[in-house]
């Protein structure tokens, strides 16, 4: 089974900058597609960026020029680096992992545990 691990969430003011990080532990597994998700209060949970095993990137337009998303396979850590954060990015940010085993090549999905990105006016 793979875990997932968040951490970087916190308090910002509007205009400043966080990084978020997910890093994947497990044994005998290969991850595919990893991304963030994030959900405010009273909203439905939205995909803000994935990137593929390959290294494509996408993101919800609402982001685009100001957050990167970006993997380190060699660590099983995808990050989220989060530009001119605005109050309306205020969310539980959460980290999503398509991975499988290596005697499987059917793909399993993992969540992390959630980290708050709260950003004030």
């Known amino acids: 089974q ?3 691990v968040e951490s970087g969430g916190g308090l910002v003011q509007a205009g400043g900058s966080l990084r978020l990080s997910c890093a994947a ?3 005998s597994f290969s991850i595919g597609a990893m991304g963030w998700f994030r959900q405010a209060p009273g909203k439905q949970r939205e995909l803000v960026a994935s990137i593929t095993s390959g290294g494509t990137t996408t993101y919800v337009d609402s982001v685009k020029g100001r957050f990167t998303i970006s993997r380190d396979n060699a660590k099983n850590t995808v990050y ?4 001119s954060l ?3 990015d205020t969310a539980v940010y959460y980290c999503h992992v ?3 085993r290596l005697t499987n090549y059917r793909y399993l999905e993992v969540w992390g ?4 990105v709260n950003v004030s006016s």
């Open 98 to 100: 398509n991975w499988r």
């Open 25 to 27: 532990s497990g044994s």
């Open 113 to 116: 545990q959630g980290t708050l």
């Open 86 to 88: 605005k109050p309306e």
């Open 2 to 4: 793979v875990q997932l």
């Open 80 to 83: 989220l680096q989060m530009n």
